[in-house]
């Protein structure tokens, strides 16, 4: 489950091996992952929707291998942050601090992948809105909103 979650983490920070890839710096990742909402989905079928904010907390829904209940994850500020060149997520009860290797493919799309662990990997999309919902404002993350839903919708 720890390893899980920070799979879901790598991301919050799908595309071929054709299209360009460009590996992010800590500063790159912070402008284009923070704040911003993301569907992902992972190597063992996991996928949901979440964001990474500023303050490095989390808040994202998640469906397990892609079975069983959708879950929420709230997790709190300083889970994420910048090590270096590379953020590393904060994560209780895990023996280590796993890091993460960012690559972005395109303007809305990148995989987080586990550092070491290269087969360990999400796909992050971008997504403008929430299902049924407009854009919302950030004030403290895991205090005040709740998880947005797996289903998200694109605005073109």
Partial sequence: MMMRLAMV???LLAASPALAQTTMNADTARRFVMGKLFAFTCFDGSHGAGRIYNDGSVIASL???GSGPVRALWLPA???HARGETYCANLKGMMFEPCFNLVRFDDRTFRGSVS???FAYCDFTRRLTVAGMGARSHGSAAAR???PPVATTEAE
């Fill in 9 to 11: 983490i790598a991301a």
């Fill in 63 to 65: 469906q397990l291998q």
């Fill in 78 to 80: 300083g889970t994420v």
């Fill in 116 to 118: 070491g662990l290269g």
């Fill in 145 to 147: 909103h709740a998880a």
